[in-house]
């Protein structure tokens, strides 16, 4: 049995587990083949136990987009704790530390509870009444001047279905505008494009059942153990089973992944593409293709042959700055897996050329032969808990139920089950990209903002201009969220809304498990759900349909469920087999899942057909370098069987190299304690005690360079800002520094914006998926001042020291901090 990760578990008085000093767990082994382990996790507050808990109430994760089935404990009509469910197909039982804690952030004494509005620059509270009818006179008044896009809808991965579809139906068809989009732009937009390109559209291939049959996991810029770390459970469980796979890792950090790794691969930022390409070579070099798999269904492999015998392993190794036989050693695992499961995250998708890189993932897939069956998926991971539903939904710049903006037949559906004529809803180009959105507001056409649950004054690209957008007075900024984030301050409307735990709906993971979540107490003072609000602004402006009728029709989550199931039937994310009743009390169902699949579908393409026809695929794909979408006739001429599509692409460089002013490539990135902005695991004591502060991590090559030491306050730049953090020696590669995201200015004093690492991040996008671009800023590092203590940075996962005066075990001060807080109950 390998020994566990992480650092040895401390305890409490009463003997239970650390979930802080241990974010993993105790481990459950199983073999190849076999049946992952139950192990319940659970957590209630102030010395209660299970006794104490007047009801248990069904809900899932909403910290990470593993889609953990929990229950909610609620005594008295507060939350007091969350257990896992041991039904529930995706953990077992299991439960991530942010989740065990994070439901604290409900009940905080800082909560939104009543509408605030900007009067003599200053916001105060009001009622809904002022409130809404300050949105609605504004509304009216800009549909009346300036016309439909004049608003822009950016919204969230944290809301339910019903309240994404409620969005699309009042933003593409009640007022008909094409700016959509959500904060999924920044962490999951390549995992939806990646798949359109390949399999002509969206849904994951794959399914976390893989793990346990897999014998090679590979995992390209995806630090499991923090992101998704019940996933990472499995794996760890996998691992010390018998016949334990083999682990691939591409990551320029030693994250837990790389630490179990057979083989780990710490390219530099900005040339993941370039390594795809040489993996490729290799296995293409060395005849691992599956042929008859490839010329049976999929087309474009000639192409892809010819390009990655551009990239041999020594010219990669150049480029990537990783050894040449590492190269071979990963291809040789990925080329002769008997069963393969790939997973992809933000090392790509937030990278240089990340659509391209993302592609390569499914290409190794496609001519392995590697889909359908057990332990050979890939999952395009996403990045947030419902980040699958705003794509479903046509929330997050594409159209409900994955329906093609550029096939007339499929808006034809769509003005059908809404009860509009087809000119209503616009379809004359794709629907605007988040970024697109901030620059039409930038320039003044887009005039109306109503951002909903994000908070994109510290999630944005270089924020001090994003700040001075938000501001701007001819800009009319509505701001839905639970608490008074760096967004909600620059607002002229604020609505408070109800959080998770507070109302009722459904939601989807990462392998298109869907879970039903349960309202368990009520929002407090006056907030109100998302969809209440939704569905009070479309009845204030009056909206109807060709008939008069209201429109959205629909009076609640469930009603709009049942809607949804409509416009799902016949495309890929199929619910119409699921419902209420069906989701009540199940460990969670897979889509598609209809009257051929009653019970839900676990794995996609095992018969080798894909949803890639020409009349039925979501989308038409894009060159790779360029991001022009292909026309309807060519992509007809390309794949008119709706094969499996395999793209080449090649390697250019980044937009901002390192110069000598500024040597450093900067990347970002999460941290195992925080989600998002941390507005709410900042108000989760025990969370907040593991990460207290920001920090940057540099190579001990480079600390030593530098004269840096761990704990020195050191000032990071880019041409855009600078960030003042201590300095946390690690296990990155020379010649990177990183910066978790989290840290914006909600919780600090004055004005001082020298904290958030998106003051530093480049204005720039891939031109494929457009997300935004968060790894690859060319960076600079100038020390302050020495340190008193070494710097507040977990010690558990991926940002662990290498320096011997921090003590890996305890944690330092930030671990330490934790010997007196409450552990789990078993």
Same mark, same amino acid.
């Given at each position: 049995m390998?020994?566990?990760?992480?650092?040895?578990p401390s305890r409490?008085?009463?003997?239970?587990?650390d979930?802080?000093?241990?974010?993993?767990?105790a481990r459950t082994?199983?073999g190849?083949g076999g049946?992952?382990p139950?192990?319940?996790?659970m957590?209630?507050?102030d010395?209660?136990?299970?006794?104490?808990?007047?009801r +248990?109430?069904?809900?899932?994760?909403?910290?990470?987009?593993?889609?953990?089935g929990l229950?909610?404990a609620v005594?008295?009509?507060?939350?007091i704790?969350v257990r896992?469910r041991?039904?529930d197909?995706?953990?077992?039982?299991?439960?991530?530390?942010?989740?065990?804690f994070g439901?604290?952030?409900n009940?905080?004494?800082?909560?939104?509870?009543?509408?605030?509005?900007?009067r003599n620059?200053?916001?105060?509270?009001?009622? +809904?009444d002022?409130?809404m009818n300050a949105?609605?006179?504004h509304?009216?008044? %800009? %549909?009346?001047?300036?016309?439909p896009?004049?608003?822009?809808?950016?919204?969230?991965?944290?809301?339910f279905l019903?309240?994404?579809y409620?969005l699309?139906?009042i933003a593409?068809?009640?007022?008909?505008t094409?700016?959509?989009?959500g904060n999924?732009?920044?962490?999951t937009?390549t995992?939806?494009?990646a798949?359109?390109?390949?399999?002509g559209?969206?849904?994951?291939?794959?399914s976390?059942?893989?793990?346990?049959?897999?014998?090679?996991i590979?995992?390209?810029?995806?630090n499991?153990?923090?992101?998704?770390?019940v996933?990472?459970m499995?794996?760890?469980?996998r691992?010390a089973?018998d016949?334990?796979?083999?682990?691939?890792?591409v990551d320029p950090?030693?994250?837990?992944?790389a630490?179990r790794?057979?083989?780990?691969?710490?390219?530099l930022?900005?040339?993941?593409?370039a390594?795809m390409n040489?993996l490729?070579?290799?296995?293409?070099r060395n005849g691992?293709?599956?042929d008859?798999?490839?010329?049976?269904?999929a087309?474009?492999?000639d192409?892809?042959?010819?390009?990655?015998?551009?990239f041999?392993?020594?010219?990669?190794?150049?480029i990537?700055?990783?050894?040449?036989? &590492?190269?071979?050693?990963?291809a040789?695992?990925?080329g002769?897996?008997?069963?393969?499961m790939?997973?992809?995250?933000?090392?790509f998708?937030q990278a240089h050329?990340?659509?391209a890189?993302?592609?390569?993932?499914?290409n190794?897939?496609?001519?392995?032969?590697? %889909?359908?069956?057990?332990?050979?998926g890939?999952l395009?991971m996403n990045?947030q808990?419902?980040?699958?539903?705003?794509?479903?939904?046509?929330?997050d710049?594409?159209?409900?139920g994955f329906?093609?903006?550029?096939?007339d037949?499929h808006?034809?559906?769509?003005a059908?089950?809404w009860?509009?004529d087809?000119?209503?809803?616009?379809?004359?180009?794709?629907?605007?990209h988040a970024?697109?959105?901030?620059?039409y507001?930038?320039?003044?056409?887009?005039?109306l903002?109503w951002?909903?649950a994000?908070?994109?004054?510290v999630?944005l690209?270089?924020?001090r201009?994003i700040?001075?957008i938000?501001?701007?007075?001819?800009?009319?900024?509505?701001?839905?969220?639970i608490?008074?984030t760096?967004?909600?301050?620059?607002?002229?409307?604020?609505?408070?809304?109800a959080?998770?735990?507070?109302?009722?709906g459904?939601?989807?993971?990462?392998?298109?498990?869907v879970h039903?979540?349960?309202?368990?107490v009520d929002p407090p003072?006056?907030a109100?759900s998302d969809?209440e609000i939704?569905?009070d602004?479309?009845r204030?402006?009056?909206?109807?349909d060709r008939?008069g009728?209201?429109l959205?029709?629909?009076?609640d989550?469930?009603?709009?469920?049942?809607?949804?199931?409509r416009c799902?039937?016949g495309?890929?994310?199929?619910?119409?087999?699921?419902?209420?009743?069906?989701?009540?009390?199940?460990?969670g169902?897979q889509?598609?899942?209809n009257?051929e699949?009653?019970?839900?579908?676990e794995r996609?393409?095992?018969?080798?057909?894909?949803w890639?026809?020409p009349d039925?695929c979501?989308?038409?794909?894009?060159d790779?370098?360029?991001g022009a979408?292909?026309?309807?006739?060519?992509?007809r001429?390309m794949?008119?069987?709706?094969?499996?599509?395999?793209?080449?692409a090649?390697?250019i460089p980044?937009?901002?190299?390192?110069?000598p002013?500024?040597p450093?490539?900067l990347t970002?990135?999460?941290?195992?304690?925080?989600?998002?902005t941390r507005?709410?695991?900042?108000r989760?004591?025990?969370l907040?005690?593991?990460?207290?502060?920001?920090?940057?991590?540099l190579?001990?090559?480079d600390?030593?360079?530098l004269?840096?030491a761990e704990?020195?306050?050191v000032?990071?730049?880019?041409?855009?800002?600078?960030?003042?953090?201590?300095?946390?020696?690690?296990g990155?590669?020379d010649?990177?520094v990183?910066?978790p995201f989290?840290?914006?200015?909600?919780?600090? &004093?004055g004005?001082d914006h020298?904290?958030?690492a998106n003051?530093l991040?480049?204005?720039?996008w891939?031109?494929?998926?457009?997300?935004?671009?968060?790894?690859?800023a060319?960076?600079k590092?100038t020390r302050v001042?020495s340190?008193?203590a070494p710097?507040?940075a977990?010690?558990?996962a991926?940002s662990a020291?290498v320096?011997?005066?921090?003590?890996?075990?305890?944690g330092?001060p930030?671990a330490?901090?934790?010997?007196?807080i409450?552990?789990?109950?078993?």
């Amino acid at each position: 049995m390998n020994p566990p990760t992480g650092p040895a578990p401390s305890r409490s008085s009463n003997g239970k587990r650390d979930r802080i000093a241990e974010p993993w767990g105790a481990r459950t082994p199983y073999g190849k083949g076999g049946h992952w382990p139950h192990r319940v996790d659970m957590y209630l507050a102030d010395g209660l136990g299970p006794e104490s808990v007047d009801r +248990w109430v069904q809900s899932a994760s909403v910290l990470h987009s593993n889609g953990d089935g929990l229950d909610i404990a609620v005594k008295d009509g507060r939350i007091i704790g969350v257990r896992g469910r041991v039904n529930d197909r995706v953990n077992h039982g299991r439960v991530d530390t942010k989740d065990l804690f994070g439901w604290q952030a409900n009940a905080s004494a800082d909560r939104l509870t009543a509408p605030l509005i900007r009067r003599n620059g200053r916001l105060v509270e009001t009622d +809904w009444d002022t409130a809404m009818n300050a949105v609605v006179r504004h509304s009216r008044e %800009l %549909l009346d001047t300036s016309g439909p896009s004049a608003f822009g809808f950016y919204t969230s991965g944290q809301l339910f279905l019903e309240e994404y579809y409620t969005l699309g139906v009042i933003a593409h068809g009640a007022i008909g505008t094409n700016h959509v989009d959500g904060n999924t732009r920044l962490c999951t937009a390549t995992a939806a494009e990646a798949l359109k390109e390949s399999f002509g559209c969206d849904g994951q291939p794959g399914s976390y059942t893989d793990v346990d049959h897999a014998d090679v996991i590979a995992l390209f810029g995806h630090n499991v153990a923090e992101t998704q770390s019940v996933l990472w459970m499995r794996m760890l469980d996998r691992l010390a089973g018998d016949d334990p796979p083999a682990i691939v890792c591409v990551d320029p950090r030693s994250t837990p992944v790389a630490q179990r790794a057979t083989v780990h691969l710490a390219p530099l930022p900005g040339t993941n593409l370039a390594l795809m390409n040489g993996l490729l070579h290799e296995i293409v070099r060395n005849g691992w293709v599956d042929d008859g798999y490839v010329e049976q269904h999929a087309v474009g492999f000639d192409e892809l042959r010819k390009r990655v015998a551009e990239f041999p392993p020594e010219r990669v190794a150049d480029i990537c700055g990783v050894r040449a036989e &590492d190269i071979r050693a990963a291809a040789r695992l990925l080329g002769t897996a008997q069963r393969l499961m790939s997973t992809v995250l933000q090392g790509f998708y937030q990278a240089h050329q990340a659509t391209a890189a993302a592609v390569q993932v499914n290409n190794i897939h496609i001519v392995r032969g590697m %889909l359908g069956r057990p332990g050979c998926g890939i999952l395009q991971m996403n990045g947030q808990p419902t980040a699958e539903n705003t794509r479903e939904c046509g929330a997050d710049g594409d159209l409900a139920g994955f329906r093609n903006w550029s096939n007339d037949a499929h808006i034809a559906e769509l003005a059908e089950l809404w009860n509009l004529d087809t000119t209503q809803i616009p379809h004359y180009a794709p629907p605007t990209h988040a970024m697109q959105m901030f620059r039409y507001a930038e320039q003044g056409t887009l005039r109306l903002l109503w951002i909903s649950a994000t908070n994109p004054a510290v999630s944005l690209p270089e924020l001090r201009r994003i700040r001075s957008i938000l501001r701007q007075d001819r800009l009319f900024v509505v701001v839905q969220d639970i608490f008074r984030t760096e967004t909600a301050e620059l607002a002229d409307v604020v609505l408070p809304a109800a959080a998770w735990a507070e109302k009722t709906g459904t939601f989807t993971n990462a392998d298109r498990t869907v879970h039903l979540s349960e309202k368990a107490v009520d929002p407090p003072g006056h907030a109100r759900s998302d969809l209440e609000i939704f569905l009070d602004y479309a009845r204030r402006m009056k909206f109807e349909d060709r008939d008069g009728n209201p429109l959205p029709p629909w009076t609640d989550a469930e009603s709009a469920f049942e809607a949804w199931k409509r416009c799902s039937a016949g495309r890929p994310c199929d619910y119409t087999g699921l419902s209420y009743d069906k989701l009540r009390g199940s460990g969670g169902i897979q889509w598609p899942c209809n009257a051929e699949n009653p019970d839900g579908t676990e794995r996609l393409y095992a018969d080798g057909r894909f949803w890639a026809d020409p009349d039925y695929c979501e989308a038409y794909g894009k060159d790779l370098i360029t991001g022009a979408p292909l026309e309807p006739t060519e992509y007809r001429a390309m794949n008119p069987f709706g094969k499996a599509i395999l793209k080449a692409a090649e390697h250019i460089p980044v937009h901002e190299p390192p110069s000598p002013e500024y040597p450093f490539v900067l990347t970002t990135g999460r941290t195992l304690y925080h989600f998002h902005t941390r507005t709410k695991t900042a108000r989760a004591p025990q969370l907040q005690a593991a990460a207290p502060e920001v920090w940057v991590e540099l190579s001990e090559g480079d600390a030593a360079r530098l004269l840096i030491a761990e704990g020195d306050v050191v000032e990071i730049g880019t041409p855009r800002g600078s960030v003042t953090a201590k300095a946390r020696i690690g296990g990155i590669r020379d010649g990177v520094v990183f910066l978790p995201f989290h840290y914006g200015y909600w919780d600090a &004093d004055g004005t001082d914006h020298t904290r958030a690492a998106n003051e530093l991040t480049i204005t720039d996008w891939d031109p494929v998926s457009k997300q935004p671009v968060y790894k690859t800023a060319a960076a600079k590092l100038t020390r302050v001042r020495s340190g008193n203590a070494p710097a507040a940075a977990p010690t558990t996962a991926a940002s662990a020291p290498v320096a011997d005066d921090v003590d890996a075990t305890t944690g330092g001060p930030a671990a330490r901090a934790t010997e007196q807080i409450p552990t789990e109950r078993p």
